[in-house]
């Protein structure tokens, strides 16, 4: 990977990705399929057709398995012909998250990524209730009293939260379905970002092509003013989990970001490895 510090250059777009017919005959592997197409399509209710063919099914054996799924709470039913992810869905992705490593096993990055570069070191982690959001649950300052960082109670629950500003909002924005980032761009930007914060949508977007080509992100002022970051993403197999974000005042900021890059970029990895890891075998 080349690594740079230039934050727009426009690159090709990746292809989206899109279900794909099952290749077993039998009605659990279609139900995948059918499980899979409705998290891909965009929005939040779908209609029989549109499922059926994105699934690449006849529309009768969707039905069924629709059908079969609204009683077991994987999917619902909102109106004639009309469906969507359910309860069950949730609790299953609920539960699969619980087997991932917490804190204990992802602090020893933070710290060793504040002791490479002196900087604060913070694990974000993408949270979808009432929307797409982005929430701190570990971080590593070392002796730096909290407020120091300047960030207000207001900035907390507002700018740190959403997923437009700052370099970890865009590492995990970057690599969400487009539906998703179609939710987050409609968003307004929080009155208290920073002055580096991106507000044209067009620019923004762009931003989103050069951290899915190059793998990081760079925030120049974006939430607090006096304050620049990296950041890189942070993955359970291919599904984005979270970022790391590594922030330091803008006046250390050096001019050649490829050491903090780097940094950044391993304590990503080194957490998205932990995820392949079953819980019992890191405690």
Known sequence: MTISTAREDRVPAQRQGSAQPAKSGSLAA?????QQALAQLPGD???LRDIA???????ATTHRILQDGVDKHIF????????RLGTGTARAGVQAMNRLPGATGTHTYLVRLHQATGGLALLYVLSAFGGAKRLCTDYEIGGMDPAEVGMTAEDVVSVSRSLRTGASGRAILAHLPQDARDQVLAEEVPPTAGPGVIRDNRALADSLL?????????????????????AAPVFWRSQVMGSVLLLKPTSTMPEDLRPLIHHTLRAAKDISDLTATPVSAVL
């Open 30 to 34: 279609r139900a995948y399929v059918v």
């Open 45 to 47: 209710v779908h209609a």
């Open 53 to 59: 063919r994105l699934a690449k099914l006849p529309e």
């Open 76 to 83: 619902e039913q909102v109106g004639r012909g009309m469906y």
């Open 210 to 230: 050069v951290i899915r080509e190059r793998g990081y992100a760079i925030g120049r002022q974006e939430c607090m003013a006096g304050w620049d970051s990296v």
